[in-house]
């Protein structure tokens, strides 16, 4: 049990390397996909919560966004609540480019994921999730313990 977090981290490694070894060529970095990825997901966010989402630095995010605005590919709108604040697009411009990516993702899931029987799969996830919840209240139920 205790290399289980080891392994799914090694996992997830393994498949952001094979995806970058699919999408070279595309012209955008792992980090850029990761923004137009979440912002094709959920339009409109704010900069800080699409930081905060991809758990970056506010100021490293603001560096990528800036070269995907430049590339055209993001766009960045007034916060009708917050005249401080931006709320983040993907263009139309975009849109063949975020395409291209998916089909990379579908491949590489297909290949990644072959003669794993559904019901397997479907077992992985519910466990995942249960982890992640499991996680998320350990870590707000501990803070007081290390004071």
Do not use: Y
């Not at 704010?46 to 100021?59: K, S």
């Not at 995010?61 to 590339?71: G, K, M, N, S």
């Not at 559904?118 to 501990?142: F, H, I, S």
């Amino acid at each position: 049990m205790e290399t289980l977090p080891f392994e799914i981290g090694e996992t997830a490694h393994a498949l952001r390397k094979a995806f970058d070894r699919f999408a070279v060529g595309l012209g955008v970095t792992r980090a850029q996909w990761k923004v137009l990825f979440k912002l094709t997901r959920t339009p409109g966010l704010r900069q800080v919560e699409l930081a905060d989402m991809l758990d970056l630095e506010p100021i490293t995010l603001c560096r990528i966004v800036d070269r995907l605005e430049e590339a055209g590919l993001v766009e960045r709108a007034s916060d009708p609540e917050d005249r401080r604040a931006w709320r983040l697009h993907v263009t139309a411009q975009a849109r063949p480019l975020i395409d291209k990516l998916q089909s990379v993702g579908d491949v590489l899931v297909g290949q990644a994921f072959a003669g794993i029987d559904p019901k397997d799969l479907e077992t992985v996830r519910r466990v995942l999730a249960q982890v992640r919840d499991n996680a998320g209240r350990c870590a707000t139920t501990d803070k007081a313990s290390n004071q």
